[in-house]
């Protein structure tokens, strides 16, 4: 079983510099992906989601890529605020189901 | 924006007590969720409901808890007889369509004692 309290990846990046989050996946039927953004104490908050016919999608200073062969995404967010701090998660939606599966997390620290 | 909104911010109750956790979907969104995210653990599904019934539920949704749509907007997750392990954050979601994006609310902290 999952053991209590994870221990989040951390990545630390200088305000203004970019930031790659990545994750894992581990269902090949996943074909639906959501990154999430939870500052704490509040829900996960939508930041871009992107499909499995797609290997990249851009929105406002972030951009998803999508590697299916090796079960991989990654979040790029390009110049990084302070308000860019928190836990960011990836979550998969296998084909057939609707529920999300969310990964573990990271957790991001803007340094000024 | 239009957003999913859940009361009470924090709810504390006795071991074996009842509890309902209530949220409000965006009104446009058709399908509806609950989550819970024990703390410093990963956010965990647990029900998935669509025009009034279960579509999907995991396997800590056990009889122990109950959803219900009671009217047009409220939507909630009734736990019948809590136990220390419930203690997490729920989270309630709703997405316009199925497998598209699901938007959060901001959660109820519940602490069973």
């Known amino acids: 079983g999952e053991s209590v309290g994870l221990h989040l990846p951390t990545l630390s990046v200088q305000e203004g510099d970019n930031s790659i989050i990545n994750c894992a996946y581990s269902n090949s039927a996943s074909d639906y992906f959501i990154w999430y953004k939870q500052e704490s104490g509040k829900g996960p908050q939508f930041i871009i989601d992107i499909r499995s016919n797609m290997d990249k999608r851009q929105g406002q200073r972030v951009t998803v890529l999508l590697n299916k062969t090796v079960k991989h995404l990654s979040l790029q967010i390009a110049a990084t605020q302070p308000g860019d701090s928190a836990v960011y998660f990836c979550a998969e939606n296998v084909q057939g189901a609707q529920k999300l599966v969310f990964g573990q997390g990271t957790r991001l620290t803007i340094n000024p | 924006e239009p957003e999913v909104t859940q009361t009470p911010s924090h709810q504390v109750t006795q071991m074996g007590q009842e509890v309902i956790l209530r949220c409000v979907p965006i009104s446009n969104h058709l399908y509806f969720y609950w989550y819970r995210q024990i703390l410093g653990q990963k956010v965990e599904f647990l029900v998935s409901f669509y025009n009034n019934e279960i579509s999907e539920k995991s396997e800590i949704f056990d009889d122990q808890f109950s959803v219900e749509r009671p009217d047009g907007s409220n939507f909630t997750l009734k736990i019948r007889s809590t136990k220390l392990e419930d203690s997490a954050m729920y989270f309630c979601?709703?997405?316009?369509?199925?497998?598209?994006?699901?938007?959060f609310g901001p959660g109820t902290r519940l602490t069973v004692l």
């Open positions: 979601a709703s997405s316009e369509e199925v497998r598209s994006k699901q938007f």
